[in-house]
């Protein structure tokens, strides 16, 4: 039988100074007594990634796995100023991966599952791709009823031009400042696209609220209490049981595609068992050499039938060059001018 205790952050760890990293979700898969414990940091939401886990168990069911979900930027905090010890560390933030990976952070890791992946998939013998997860535009079909659904940014800027009294306070994205998916879809659509900017000064100028997770963006859009939520993961869109509600649109101009890492940290507790996830991760995720499968992937139908519309997020040290501080400052500088207008 299936035992999983979700519990009280605060109840749940050890006592930690009180600068620790901030906890946002913490369940135990198994017996919280067994003598085989995996440590799991993840950005990934517990009823997300569950079923994950489970499909692990399945294969090794004397071992229990502790999931902690932080933020990205928690993460980081966990990791490279508290050195907290956890044995594999899974984040949608590609960029502090890898910073995390080039300070010395990541134990090296090769076997494999992780010699079969493509180049663009594996960053050294120290981080792992396992989705494909590209970014959407989640829509109220309520609040576009009559209206063509915008397929492109452009189309998009559009709409919110026509019929500003609709859309004002109903348009929500990431906060840049706190999130590290946010801004990192933030900087590749600005590399790819001047439209970005564009279409955040419209966004700015309607009051667009600001969120920490592509969760809460859905629920707002599935409750009518948005209109708009850009920039949010389709694969958390999709995975919804309420999607008579809402449209998800992989923008035709261009979708930007995200890869879910994973690495083991250096003080990993049990790096043997961590290792073994990672490839029971990548094994089960990867169907063939150009998409890989996961409850967090999208459809390999939908990659395959839309190539040209795609761009994927490459694994690699160009991922560092907007987390340099002073390109970072500046470019949250030009963020908060367009969003921040009243």
């Known amino acids: 039988m299936r035992a999983l205790l979700l519990l009280l ?11 620790a990293f901030e906890i946002e979700g913490h369940a135990i898969f198994g017996d919280p007594d067994a003598v085989r414990m995996l440590r799991v940091l993840s950005v990934a939401d517990v009823d997300v990634f569950g079923p994950v886990i489970e499909a692990f168990r399945a294969g090794y069911p004397e071992v229990s796995v502790d999931y902690t979900v932080a933020s990205s ?11 907290v010890p956890f044995d594999v560390v899974i984040s949608s933030a590609m960029d502090l991966q890898t910073k995390l990976a080039n300070d010395g952070f990541a134990r090296p890791h ?13 960053w050294r013998d120290d981080l792992f791709a396992f989705t494909q997860e590209p970014a959407a535009i989640v829509l ?3 609040a576009f009823a009559g209206r063509p659904l915008p397929e ?13 009294e609709l859309f004002r306070d109903r348009v929500g994205t990431y906060d840049l400042r706190s999130s590290g998916l946010g801004y990192l879809f933030a900087t590749q659509d ?4 001047e439209v970005y900017w564009r279409l955040t000064e419209v966004m700015g100028a ?3 609220r600001l969120y920490c997770c592509s969760s809460e963006m859905i629920d707002d859009v599935a409750s009518g209490d948005l209109a708009i939520a850009y920039n949010v993961l389709a694969s958390y869109a999709l995975s919804r049981a309420d999607l008579t509600k809402v449209a998800i649109v992989l923008p035709e101009d261009f979708s930007t595609v995200m890869l879910r890492t994973a690495l083991v940290p250096q003080n990993a507790p049990d790096p043997g068992l961590a290792g073994r996830f990672v490839d029971f991760l990548l094994t089960s995720s990867w169907s063939s050499a150009d998409v890989p499968q996961s409850p967090l992937s999208v459809s390999s139908a939908v990659f395959l039938t839309n ?13 560092l060059v907007y987390l340099d501080e002073f390109k970072r400052r500046r470019f949250l500088q030009a963020w908060e001018d367009a969003i921040l207008q009243d």
């Not at 492109?152 to 500003?164: E, F, H, V, Y």
């Open 9 to 19: 952050a605060v109840l749940a760890l050890p006592a930690r100074p009180s600068a």
């Open 73 to 83: 930027a928690e993460i980081m905090t966990a990791i490279a100023e508290e050195r």
């Open 110 to 122: 090769r076997s494999t599952a992780t010699l079969a992946l493509p180049d663009w998939a594996r």
């Open 140 to 142: 109220s079909r309520a």
């Open 152 to 164: 492109t940014r452009q189309a998009l800027i559009s709409a919110m031009r026509d019929a500003p």
């Open 190 to 193: 600005a590399r790819t696209s």
């Open 206 to 208: 309607l009051g667009t």
């Open 307 to 319: 190539r040209d519309r795609f761009r994927r997020i490459r694994l690699g040290p160009e991922l």
